[in-house]
């Protein structure tokens, strides 16, 4: 199969948690800025084309639970996926029913700025791609009813020239994508910290029924201290089928 190498890159308080209080601490914001530099900063490690989120994680950070301004009689749009702008990085949403209320075609994270793609099933209906192509987004289309996770992450390669990926969280497009068998390294920047609560999400997650807890194992490859007494552990994914 013909895909993007697929690096899943997280930042995890000590007991495995993706978000909580832990992220505001000394320690913490440490991490935090160890995580940024070895994959946005001076001197990526990566260097990837490309970075992909789960819807959740989207509004949590871009999107803003905002719902997206829909024109029931828009014309109907031609079939197939719209590549609206080809650039050296993007933002990828995994948004399988296109619920994200966008306002812009890019986005800017700390200081890396991206084209976005939102990456659709056939569950998003004309109005919400009219809506895309208005404001000049970016979409591929991957499955009907349930995502085609190997179509998705080929069209990304084909169609955008992404050649190495991020797989940016949150837990459950994580483990969607590692129990696919398409995620082939974890970089894993573990905070000296934590806050023990049992509200907030994990690394990886079976919720929403995407998946199964069928286990999987990991090979470490390298691990190394960091600023603030945080870690940095890169695994090869045992499971993974391999790219082109
Ligand atoms: N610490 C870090 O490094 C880090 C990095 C990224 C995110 N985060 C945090 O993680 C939290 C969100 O994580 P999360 O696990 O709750 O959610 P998530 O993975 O961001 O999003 C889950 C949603 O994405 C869509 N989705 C995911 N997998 C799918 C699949 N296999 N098939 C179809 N749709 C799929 C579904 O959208 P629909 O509901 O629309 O169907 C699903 O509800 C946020 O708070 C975010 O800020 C932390």
Redesign the pocket.
């Known amino acids: 199969m013909n895909r993007p190498y697929i690096f899943c ?4 308080s000590i007991d495995g ?3 909580g209080n832990y ?1 505001r601490t000394p320690e913490g914001n440490a991490a935090g800025s160890v ?1 940024y530099d070895i994959a946005f900063g001076k001197k990526p490690y990566y260097r990837h084309q490309g970075w992909l ?9 871009f999107t803003f639970y905002k719902k997206p301004k829909l024109d029931e009689n828009a014309p109907a749009v031609p079939d197939g996926d719209y590549a609206a702008e080809k650039t050296g990085m993007y933002y990828v949403s ?4 296109g ?2 209320g966008w306002t812009n075609n890019k986005l800017t994270y700390v200081d890396t700025t991206a084209h976005v793609i939102e990456v659709l ?1 056939g569950k998003a209906g004309n109005a919400y791609k009219a809506f895309l192509r208005n404001l000049g987004i970016s979409y591929i289309i991957a499955g009907e009813e ?2 085609d ?1 190997e179509r998705a992450v080929e069209k990304l390669k084909e169609l955008f020239g992404i050649e190495t990926l991020m797989l ?10 590692i129990q ?1 068998g398409l995620c082939d390294e974890l970089s894993l ?1 573990i905070a000296a910290a934590a806050d023990g609560s049992d509200e ?4 990886f ?1 079976t ?2 029924g ?2 199964q807890d069928k286990a999987v194992s990991f090979r470490l490859r390298d691990a190394q201290i960091k600023d603030g007494g945080s870690v940095w552990l890169r695994y090869l994914i045992d499971n993974a089928e391999k790219g082109e």
Request: no cysteine.
């Open positions: 890159h997280m930042m995890t948690k993706i978000m992220m995580f989120s789960g819807r959740v994680t989207t509004d949590d950070n995994v948004d399988p029913s619920k994200l099933t349930q995502l996770y940016g969280g949150g837990g459950v497009l994580n483990w969607s994508f696919a920047v907030t999400p994990a690394l997650s919720r929403g995407f998946t």
